[in-house]
């Protein structure tokens, strides 16, 4: 009987899992190809194709570090039981579908964090302040930075004196040498590490002083002859091009830094209680944001393309770039994002380089204030949850 009790709960905890990371593919990665929807470079149902395939691979080979802090980093003394992690997953996906239905700025990394860290002090678990201060300050830091590097990024892309066949190919080469300094689990690793990079390969492989920076600039270049190539042929034909490889890094990095929201309640209940390798698990959330993507992902598109037709390339690039940029640095330091509020913060500061935000201070305010008001109430309800369940079903 104890035997058929737990099975069920990794079956109801797996199913929420998965439940969460559909709902993080169909709303969280639809941001990296609208412009290129938007500006006619490829399709709808193209685009919610590749979103899926690389959102998916993103998750597979980099969410491994974002998914161990939520499962394990926010609360000490205690393991996230099954039932734990069922209460904590349906606490997030509540607040998500909240959001998604009534259109208040809901943050998925908001509303898990606050989630787990709600259920865990139920456990009887101790406050981890440290990393709560850590994450914190990256959460406070993500919108000036991602608005000012939109800022700047606009702001070069608008200079007469910087040509179009000059200044996008640059950006293309900034996108290409944090490519190359980019850890996935399916690169060759140095002895006692699981990840690397093409640039950490290539020292591996020649192990000379400045192999890494050669390396890095090596694939900047690329990037940019590869760009400019394209641009001088035809600024238009250059620009949609960008847009396209951008997506495609971006949605590729939404999902590396997404999966850890689904599967990171479930760690201790897939590689402490089943035995089984972290790579299953973030399976289990690929599957989930890959569906959600496919499923989900055209509806969102269509509308957000418009939106960012009405933006323009100039500031949907200067968007795009800074949540590129942060969410590989998040993922380097494993902590938990909600990618839309960078996309937000960039789009403010690129339309800043335009003389006006677009967005209105009382809307800033509401979206400060739901950020807030959702970790807040999510820790609270995640408390709640858990002692419900556990007077119903036991501290299984």
Do not use: C, H
């Not at 579908?97 to 456990?123: E, I, K, N, Q």
């Not at 500031?315 to 998040?330: C, K, N």
């Amino acid at each position: 009987m104890a035997d058929a009790v737990f099975w069920a709960l990794v079956a109801l905890a797996t199913v929420t899992g998965l439940v969460t990371a559909w709902a993080l593919g169909a709303n969280s990665n639809s941001p990296p190809f609208a412009p290129a929807i938007g500006a006619n470079a490829i399709s709808t149902m193209r685009a919610a194709f590749l979103i899926g395939i690389l959102a998916a691979l993103g998750a597979l080979t980099q969410g491994g570090s974002i998914s161990e802090t939520v499962g394990a980093g926010l609360i000490g003394g205690v393991q996230i039981t099954s039932l734990a992690a069922t209460a904590g997953l349906l606490t997030a996906t509540a607040f998500m579908a909240f959001g998604v239905y009534t259109g208040y700025p809901v943050p998925a990394a908001f509303a898990t964090t606050g989630a787990m860290v709600g259920v865990g002090l139920s456990l009887g678990g101790t406050p981890l302040f440290d990393t709560y201060r850590r994450i914190a300050t990256f959460w406070v830091l993500v919108p000036p930075v991602s608005g000012g590097l939109a800022y700047l990024t606009a702001t070069l892309l608008r200079r007469d004196d910087v040509p179009e066949t000059v200044g996008v190919p640059l950006l293309a080469a900034v996108v290409g040498g944090i490519v190359a300094n980019a850890e996935l689990s399916v690169i060759p690793a140095p002895p006692g590490a699981t990840q690397n990079s093409l640039a950490g390969f290539a020292a591996m492989l020649v192990p000379l002083p400045g192999v890494t920076l050669i390396a890095s600039l090596l694939l900047a270049a690329l990037s940019f002859a590869f760009i400019r190539k394209r641009t001088q042929a035809s600024v238009d034909r250059g620009i949609k091009t960008f847009l396209v490889v951008l997506g495609s890094v971006v949605a590729f990095s939404s999902g590396g830094s997404q999966v850890g929201l689904a599967t990171g309640p479930l760690e201790n209940l897939y590689r402490a209680e089943l035995g089984l390798p972290g790579l299953v698990l973030l399976a289990v959330g690929a599957v989930g944001i890959l569906g959600g993507a496919w499923m989900g992902a055209p509806r969102l598109l269509q509308a957000t393309s418009r939106e960012y037709a009405q933006l323009g390339v100039r500031r949907s690039i200067a968007a795009l770039v800074p949540g590129f940029i942060i969410a590989q640095l998040a993922i380097a330091l494993g902590i938990p994002i909600s990618f839309n509020n960078i996309i937000i913060s960039g789009v403010i500061g690129g339309g800043l380089a335009g003389g006006s935000a677009g967005v209105s201070r009382r809307k800033i305010g509401v979206t400060l204030g739901f950020w807030l008001i959702t970790l807040v109430t999510s820790v609270a309800v995640g408390f709640g949850l858990y002692r419900v369940f556990a007077a119903a079903l036991g501290p299984a």
